[in-house]
């Protein structure tokens, strides 16, 4: 769930469970068109042309993509709590309508050189590895606040009569 008051940071919340333990990358995507699964979700979503960075980084430094990783348990759930200073969800750079991507491993951030692996069929994997899980992000009907009034009415809603048989 994303939310976000006027003048303020993006709050990030989310569930999620299946995951092997560790940190995985978690970022927003150019498209949220997955017609044909997480691979169509494009490139990071990067509307300043900055270079790839850690999500407390200023905008020269990281994507507006780039957000804080997932730390799943070994149970495999994780909860995810994160406020975010770049993602907008209004404006010319909203990130409504484009996608979040779940990585099977953690981004490193180009730090650290990961032997190629492949797999089933011979791609060869790096880095933060496959795409593993991904939704759009949309708008949702926002939820009605209860109010509840603190003072009494003054003069009393007449109680119905009560028929009692027997």
């Known amino acids: 769930?994303?939310?976000?008051?006027?003048?303020?940071?993006?709050?990030?919340?989310?569930?999620?469970?299946?995951?092997?333990?560790?940190?995985?990358?978690?970022?927003?995507?150019?498209?949220?068109?997955?017609e044909?699964?997480?691979?169509?979700?494009?490139?990071?979503?990067?509307?300043?042309?900055?270079?790839?960075g850690h999500s407390h980084d200023d905008i020269k430094d990281r994507k507006v993509g780039d957000i804080?990783?997932?730390?799943?348990?070994f149970t495999g759930d994780a909860e995810y709590l994160n406020r975010d200073i770049l993602v907008a969800l209004s404006g010319p750079n909203s990130v409504i309508g484009r996608s979040m991507v779940v990585y099977e491993r953690l981004d490193d951030f180009g730090v650290t050189e990961h032997?190629?692996?492949?797999d089933?069929?011979?791609?060869?994997?790096?880095?933060?590895?496959?795409?593993?899980?991904?939704?759009?992000?949309?708008?949702a009907e926002a939820a009605k606040k209860e109010t509840k009034s603190?003072?009494?009415?003054?003069?009393p809603a007449p109680q119905e009569p009560q028929l009692r048989f027997t």
């Open 150 to 155: 603190i003072s009494k009415p003054i003069h």
């Open 68 to 73: 804080e990783q997932i730390q799943a348990r």
């Open 120 to 139: 089933r069929e011979g791609v060869e994997i790096v880095g933060k590895g496959r795409r593993i899980a991904c939704c759009t992000i949309g708008l």
């Open 1 to 34: 769930m994303l939310t976000q008051i006027p003048d303020d940071n993006t709050s990030i919340i989310g569930e999620f469970s299946g995951l092997a333990p560790g940190k995985h990358a978690f970022k927003i995507h150019d498209f949220g068109d997955l």
């Open 115 to 118: 032997a190629q692996t492949q």
């Open 36 to 52: 044909h699964g997480c691979e169509s979700a494009g490139d990071i979503y990067n509307p300043f042309g900055a270079d790839q």
